[in-house]
Structures are given as C-alpha cells and as structure tokens.
C-alpha cells in the first residue's frame, strides 16, 4: 500500500511537472525521458560485466528502422516504433557473433569499430539511408484522444506523456528481468563466471541475450527520438553522445537499478538547465569534464553510493 | 598508372609518419600504466594551436614553436599522470572516463581561446620536390617523414639502450617485478607520459600548417590510433609502427581510389577482422586485458 501511494505522488509529479517549466524545459524533459531508457538498457548489459561503446549506434538502427518504415511503407507509427525496437535487437543478435569472441578492453574496442562501421555505411549509402544529410521528415506520433486528455504532438508536453508511459512500461520489464532467474545469472556471468559456467551455465550464450535485449530498448528509444525531433542523421548517433551515455552510467554507479537513471537525470539537469541558465554556453564542456574527472576521483562507486549511505543511516535507527 | 601509384605511395608514406607518432605514444602510455588515454587526440590538436599561437600568430620561428609543443605536450602528459592517472592507478576504467573528462577540458579550452573556426597556418614553404612528372612530394611533408623516422629512432635507443628505458621497459612487461627490483613505477609512469603525449604533440604541431586545424581534429585521429593499435597488437611498439604503415598505405589509397568515408569503412573492418582472427595484433604477445 505504501508503495503504492509513492508511486501515486511521482505519477501525478510527473503529470504537473512540465506545467511548471519553459518551454525548452519541456524539450530537455523529453529528451531526459528517452536519455532514461538509453542509460538503464545499456546498464542490462553492463550486468554481464561488458562495457559497450556501440550503444548509441544500435539505438541510432532503432531511430532508422523506425523511421524509414514509417515514411517509406507507411506503416503507423507505434508499429514503427516497435519494428526499431526489434530491427536493433536484431541487428545486435548478428553483432553477437563477431563481438563475444572478445572480453573486456577488447570487446570495448570491437563494439566501437562495428558501431562506427554502421555509422559510416549510413553516411556512404544515400539511398535509402539519406547519407550525411540523413532522413528529414519523419512522420509525427499522430495526435489521438484518450477521453480526459488530447495529445497534439506537436507540444513537447503531450510527448513527455507518451515517452514517458512507454519508457516506464520498459523500466518495469527492464526491472522484471533483472530480477527474473535470467537478470541473476547475468550477475553471476559477471562476477562467478567459473563458478556460473561450472554449473552449466553456457556464458556466451548469456551474455548474447544481455546484449541482444539492451539493444532492443535502445533501439525502442531510438525510434521514440526519431519521431520527436523529426529529423536524424549519423552524426546523431556518434561516439560523442555514446561518451555522454557512458558518463551517465560511471558517474550514477552501476552497482543498482537506479543508479545510471540518477546519473542520467543529475547530470543533464546540470548540464542543461543549471549551467544554460547561469549562461555558461562555452564553458559548458569544460564544466561539465571537471564534473566528470572529480566525480571518479573522489565518488567511484558513483552517485547511488551516496544514496545508499543516506538510506543504511535511516535502517541503522 | 604507376605514377599514381607512386604519388599514392608517397602521400601515404606521410600519413605513415605521424599516424606512427600518435599510435606509438598510446601503446607507451597504455603499456605502462594500463591506462586507454582518450584525450590523445586532444592532445595532438593541443600540439597544433601551439603551433597556431606561435608561429601564425607570433612569428616565432616555426621550427622553435615545434619544439614548443612537444614540450607544452608533454607537461600537458605530465599533469595528466599526476592529476588524473596516478590517483586511479587500480581503476582502469575510471582511467578512461577521466581522460574522457580531459578530453572535454582540452576542447573547451581551445574553442574559448581560439574560437570554433579552422585556423590558418601560413605553410611553411611552398618547396615542391619533384621525382617525375606526376610524381612530387611538397618540403613540408618531407619534413614530417624525417621528423617521425628521427624521433622513432631516438625512441628505439632510448628504449633499448638506456638505463631508463630498460627500467621503462621492465614496468611494461610486470610492474609487481618491477617494482620489486627497486624500479619507480611513479618515475617510469612519467617518462612514459611525457613522451607519449609529447609525441602526439610533436605530430599535431608539425601537421599543422598541412591539416585544417579546429577544436574537434582530435577525433579523426584518436579513432585512427585505435585503428593502428589494435591492429599492430596492443602493448606492441614495434607493431604500432608497422600497422601505422599498412594503414596509412590501405586508408590513402581507398582514398585515391573509391572515397573517404569507404576507406574509413575499410580501416575499421580491418581493425575488425584483427579483432576477431586474432586479438592480440599481429605483433602482440602477452595478453593484458
């Protein structure tokens, strides 16, 4: 019951929230949504103890497939988004075999290389891929009424809803898995790997579902990108926005559930909000590094350490 | 034909030299601290806005503003070690998010000192040796040849026939063991960070006047390295070198043949196909990841 009234007062915070901000306020919070699903599916992976640097190109396949089904067979656009969720999970699942012939630094290298080989096809092959100048026009959600509620898609308000109940509908199957059999033996593919594979566990096999299911929500978040902003192109999708994706993560602490989310949400609205509004927009980067380079000096095990001495106090009384 | 072969042959034979100067410096400062420095691109961009500082703007003799920023480089290195390497020496991959966060330090910085455009570099001399018809190679990139060929030389003596090199050397291999025959590994951790990001500093201030300097070059180059790294086999000088050759050699002349972006494609299949035949490199022993 209690719960439950907890995640009553965030829904009904969430349903006022972009009320209260300007309106590039609500943009961020659009993005900041989608950002969630990114950094918690890359976390799923991040699980099984490797470290991908291809990421946010598997979620740049999901914004592609998504988009190109959409505008080219004209398939509506929640299938769409689905079919991105699916054609990267894909696409990753093929990736699978090349990639976990390798661990550790290496498997971090050979991601980025077959990252930036996607990445560098969608720039070579105008068609159907648009090449440099990627694919503008991208159909809208179409506007629907839920009764209560008209969703225009054309207010980034009516958006936050939308991704946000898809993006919490992700968090809780997310959620459900890592805590499934399945999520525990991911831990254990991590951590006892000798122990795991002595007891029949086959770890290529694990790791490949880990990867291939992360790369699925990526890829969901991809496609919901694609069709807020409209427009998308390879430069999109490049190893500069997987390092922010990677920040997020490190500096959240990837030991909970919630901890790359925290990350996610701390560091964007300081890097858009409190240092946009302070007009700090050259020194941005340099702030934002010097965040970035104390945090790992004297917070490694991330934001939700922080947390956790908060909460262990509390029990301790 | 066999005219543009050979142009090609020499174009890449440039290439080669400073692709080897940036990669050799990697593999030196992963080899002894363990550490994936991701602002080595940065810090060849750092070498070229020396150059820019000094010699376009200050008319400082060009070859002293060189020198200026390999040393500029290398205190950069220097700082790097003790603020951010030396701290996170059992946390490989706080390492790397740390150089992630110099690397956004190094970019500010140069886009509030000099602004997002590219800048201009007088070229140095306008000298073309000339071969054969169709067949030329301008001073500035002979320059760059010698200059690698000179400071790879003197880093294979220093490697191989110094006191500190042995040392260097030795920490690569086992730094427990190392540690344990009365080697600083603080000591060797510095040399070899001054050296490798006065190298790359080195490549970016000689290329400056012949590449379009702007706050972002870093990336081109870092992406390259890794290329050349990973191929060549990671901890391995000598196969840095060599894998910066057939790289250099591949990337120009899919180039000069097909396109930019398909010889990129090519260099990362390669580097792909390394990976998964073979993943130590083709001149990499041990394995350390």
């Given at each position: 019951?209690?719960?439950?009234?907890?995640?009553?007062?965030?829904?009904?915070?969430?349903?006022?929230?972009?009320?209260?901000?300007?309106?590039?306020?609500?943009?961020?919070l659009?993005?900041?949504?989608?950002?969630?699903?990114?950094?918690?599916?890359?976390?799923?992976?991040?699980?099984?103890?490797?470290?991908?640097?291809?990421?946010?190109?598997?979620?740049?396949?999901?914004?592609?497939?998504?988009?190109?089904?959409?505008?080219?067979?004209?398939?509506?656009?929640?299938?769409g988004?689905?079919?991105g969720?699916a054609?990267?999970?894909?696409i990753?699942?093929?990736?699978?075999?090349?990639l976990?012939?390798?661990?550790g630094?290496?498997?971090?290298?050979?991601?980025?290389?077959?990252?930036?080989?996607?990445?560098?096809?969608?720039?070579?092959?105008?068609?159907?891929?648009?090449?440099?100048?990627?694919?503008?026009?991208?159909?809208?959600?179409?506007?629907f009424?839920?009764?209560?509620?008209?969703?225009?898609?054309?207010?980034?308000?009516?958006?936050?809803?939308f991704?946000?109940?898809?993006?919490?509908?992700?968090?809780w199957?997310?959620?459900?898995?890592?805590?499934?059999?399945v999520?525990?033996?991911?831990?254990?593919?991590?951590?006892?790997?000798?122990?795991?594979?002595?007891?029949?566990?086959?770890?290529?096999?694990?790791?490949?579902l880990?990867?291939?299911?992360?790369?699925?929500?990526?890829?969901?978040?991809?496609?919901?990108?694609?069709?807020?902003?409209?427009?998308?192109n390879?430069?999109?999708?490049?190893?500069?926005?997987?390092?922010?994706?990677?920040?997020?993560?490190?500096?959240?602490?990837?030991?909970?559930?919630?901890?790359?989310?925290?990350?996610?949400?701390?560091?964007?609205?300081?890097?858009?909000?409190?240092?946009?509004?302070?007009?700090?927009?050259?020194?941005?980067?340099?702030?934002?590094?010097?965040?970035?380079?104390?945090?790992?000096?004297?917070?490694?095990?991330?934001?939700?350490?922080?947390?956790?001495?908060?909460?262990?106090?509390?029990?301790?009384? | 034909?066999?005219?543009?072969?050979?142009?090609?042959?020499?174009?890449?034979?440039y290439?080669?030299?400073?692709?080897?100067?940036?990669?050799?410096?990697?593999?030196?400062?992963?080899?002894?601290?363990?550490?994936?420095?991701?602002?080595?691109?940065?810090?060849?961009?750092?070498?070229?806005?020396?150059?820019?500082?000094?010699?376009?703007?200050?008319?400082?003799?060009?070859?002293?503003?060189?020198?200026?920023?390999?040393?500029?480089?290398?205190?950069?290195?220097?700082?790097m070690?003790?603020?951010?390497?030396?701290?996170?020496?059992?946390?490989?991959?706080?390492?790397?998010?740390?150089?992630?966060?110099?690397?956004?330090?190094?970019q500010?910085?140069?886009?509030?000192?000099?602004?997002?455009?590219?800048?201009?570099?007088?070229?140095?001399?306008?000298?073309?040796i000339v071969?054969?018809?169709?067949?030329?190679?301008?001073?500035?990139?002979?320059?760059?040849?010698i200059?690698?060929?000179?400071?790879?030389?003197?880093?294979?003596?220093?490697?191989?026939?110094?006191?500190?090199?042995?040392?260097?050397?030795?920490?690569?291999?086992?730094?427990?063991?190392?540690?344990?025959?009365?080697?600083?590994?603080?000591?060797?951790?510095?040399i070899?960070?001054?050296?490798?990001?006065?190298?790359?500093?080195?490549?970016?201030?000689?290329?400056?006047?012949?590449?379009?300097?702007?706050?972002?070059?870093?990336?081109?180059?870092?992406?390259?390295?890794?290329?050349?790294?990973?191929?060549?086999?990671?901890?391995?000088?000598?196969?840095?070198?060599?894998?910066?050759?057939?790289?250099?050699?591949?990337?120009?002349?899919?180039?000069?043949?097909?396109?930019?972006?398909?010889?990129?494609?090519?260099?990362?299949s390669?580097?792909?196909?390394?990976?998964?035949?073979?993943?130590?490199?083709?001149?990499?022993?041990?394995?350390?990841?």
């Open positions: 019951m209690r719960n439950f009234l907890i995640w009553a007062v965030v829904a009904v915070a969430l349903i006022i929230l972009p009320n209260l901000v300007s309106f590039s306020q609500q943009e961020v659009v993005f900041l949504t989608i950002n969630i699903l990114v950094v918690a599916s890359y976390r799923l992976l991040t699980l099984t103890g490797e470290w991908s640097l291809g990421h946010v190109v598997i979620m740049g396949v999901g914004a592609y497939a998504s988009a190109l089904v959409t505008k080219e067979l004209g398939l509506w656009v929640p299938l988004i689905l079919v969720g054609s990267a999970a894909f990753a699942f093929l990736l699978s075999y090349p976990f012939r390798m661990k630094f290496y498997f971090l290298i050979g991601s980025f290389a077959a990252g930036e080989i996607i990445r560098l096809m969608w720039k070579r092959f105008r068609d159907p891929f648009g090449g440099a100048k990627g694919i503008k026009g991208i159909d809208p959600m179409p506007d009424s839920i009764g209560i509620y008209q969703f225009d898609f054309f207010e980034p308000v009516s958006y936050f809803y991704s946000a109940v898809v993006v919490a509908l992700c968090l199957i997310l959620w459900r898995i890592e805590k499934s059999p999520g525990l033996t991911f831990h254990a593919v991590h951590w006892q790997d000798k122990l795991a594979q002595a007891s029949g566990v086959n770890l290529r096999s694990y790791r490949t880990a990867f291939v299911i992360a790369s699925g929500f990526a890829g969901i978040a991809g496609a919901l990108l694609a069709h807020y902003i409209g427009t998308i390879p430069n999109s999708f490049d190893v500069e926005v997987m390092v922010f994706v990677l920040t997020w993560a490190i500096v959240g602490g990837t030991g909970t559930f919630y901890g790359p989310i925290l990350g996610c949400i701390v560091l964007t609205i300081l890097n858009e909000i409190v240092l946009r509004e302070l007009g700090l927009e050259q020194t941005r980067p340099l702030i934002y590094g010097l965040i970035l380079i104390l945090s790992i000096l004297f917070m490694p095990n991330g934001l939700e350490s922080i947390v956790q001495k908060f909460t262990r106090r509390k029990e301790a009384k | 034909m066999f005219e543009l072969l050979a142009q090609t042959g020499l174009n890449a034979a290439a080669a030299s400073y692709i080897s100067l940036v990669a050799v410096g990697l593999v030196l400062i992963f080899g002894v601290m363990g550490v994936i420095n991701f602002a080595h691109g940065e810090l060849f961009m750092a070498g070229s806005y020396v150059v820019v500082a000094l010699y376009a703007d200050r008319m400082v003799p060009f070859f002293v503003a060189v020198v200026a920023g390999l040393i500029f480089v290398g205190i950069l290195g220097l700082i070690e003790r603020a951010l390497f030396r701290p996170l020496r059992d946390n490989p991959l706080g390492g790397l998010v740390a150089s992630i966060g110099f690397l956004l330090i190094l500010a910085l140069a886009v509030l000192g000099f602004g997002v455009r590219m800048e201009y570099v007088p070229p140095l001399t306008q000298d073309v071969f054969a018809d169709k067949i030329s190679i301008p001073v500035a990139r002979l320059y760059v040849i200059a690698a060929v000179v400071m790879l030389s003197a880093l294979w003596y220093f490697l191989k026939r110094t006191r500190f090199g042995w040392a260097l050397r030795a920490s690569a291999q086992d730094p427990e063991a190392a540690a344990l025959q009365g080697i600083s590994v603080t000591q060797t951790a510095m070899a960070m001054f050296i490798g990001a006065g190298f790359a500093g080195l490549a970016g201030a000689l290329t400056a006047p012949l590449v379009s300097v702007n706050p972002h070059m870093g990336h081109t180059i870092i992406v390259t390295a890794f290329i050349v790294i990973i191929v060549g086999g990671v901890g391995s000088l000598e196969g840095a070198v060599v894998a910066s050759v057939v790289y250099a050699f591949v990337h120009t002349f899919v180039t000069t043949f097909y396109d930019g972006v398909l010889a990129d494609i090519t260099g990362l390669l580097m792909l196909i390394v990976l998964i035949v073979k993943p130590t490199g083709l001149f990499g022993s041990a394995d350390r990841a």
